[in-house]
């Protein structure tokens, strides 16, 4: 019987591991791809559907223009994974393997924050962008120029600004009455980041009159307001919404919860070791799904970029543990970081092939704007062709 590897997961971890694995993996062994989804989704260009819903078609790639046609694609959502048996368990059946990668991506994190789940929209895929754009567009038409809409994106990292930056657009090209509020518990845009960076986000967020309000934890949220700090005394600051989307963390996929691999308590990521093998000597991971050892006490950022990256050396690693070759170790390297704002962006750190880092730290207009486009057209080039990098080139 030929040896039956599986990739669980369409985002970067899991298409580009697959991709490696065509590669890499002699041809008596089988490669199966399981996704809820029939499509990859270019996941850091989803909020341009914000703005505008046409851009689905450029940033979601049917899986048949990923994989070649010797693997086997599965479409049905993992509800378990049972290590001791080595079977993936689906809604609907189950699937056997005798190596595992998991490239699940993560969830959206809500900390207990008291109603925030159950009011609040996300941004982890194309339904959610959809969602957002039909709630903004009814709260826009219901609204006037003396009573308008209330739109509250809270948390203020790449995917808060980049989402709050597309309101923005969609709202000036509409002639919308809407008002955007942007906010951060920490005391600033981006948090943890270089403070020049911070600056020019910060600048880029003012001029399309986004509200910024950082500082004060949103603490409670129902139907029609959140709440800002609150303690003893009461709930904190209202502030009411018409619309309200939360960006603040991630954490770890349902169905990872219960596999017997060593992970994470509170966020239930799974630990894995900088060559991508779990405490399970056959199932690997990576991505957002993932704390991949870095050394000294650090991980692996949960970036588009280091997923990229890591589905390289993780596809690799899987083919060599089915040969029984050394697997390779990985790090981290960080390229850089470019944040869109609506139609501008802002770019820090940027390391060029064959350049190094560039000698201007930050930057932002036309040069900015252009490497965006770039680093997605490049990666939808990779993953799937030429012809489906030029056509989502105008709309990122």
Known sequence: MSTQVVVVGAGYAGAGAVKRLEDELSADVDLTWISENDYHLVLHEVHRCIREPSVESKVAIPVDEVKSASTEFVEGRVTDVHVNDQVVELEDGEIAYDYLLLGVGSSTAFFGIDGLQEHA???????????????????AEAASRDDPAQVIVGGAGLSGIQTAGEIAEYRDEHNAPIDISLVEGLDEVFPGNDPELQGALRRRLDGLDIEILTGEFISQADAEAVYLGGGDDGPGEELAYDVLIWTGGITGHEEVHGVDVAQDERSHRINAEADFQTSDERVFALGDAALVDQGEDAVAPPTAQAAWQAAEVAGENVARAVEGRPL?????????????????????????????????????????????????ARWINDVSSPRNALNAWESM
């Not at 929209?121 to 709260?139: Q, S, Y």
């Not at 820090?348 to 092939?353: A, T």
């Open 121 to 139: 929209h996300e941004l982890k895929g194309l339904d959610d962008a959809r969602a957002i754009h039909a709630d903004v567009k009814t709260a």
């Open 328 to 376: 390779k170790t990985w790090r981290h390297d960080d390229k850089g970081t470019v944040v869109s704002v609506g139609d501008d962006a802002v770019a820090h750190g940027v390391k060029l092939p064959g350049i190094g880092e560039l000698p201007i730290s930050v930057f932002g207009g036309p040069a900015a704007r252009m490497l965006k486009k770039a680093i997605a």
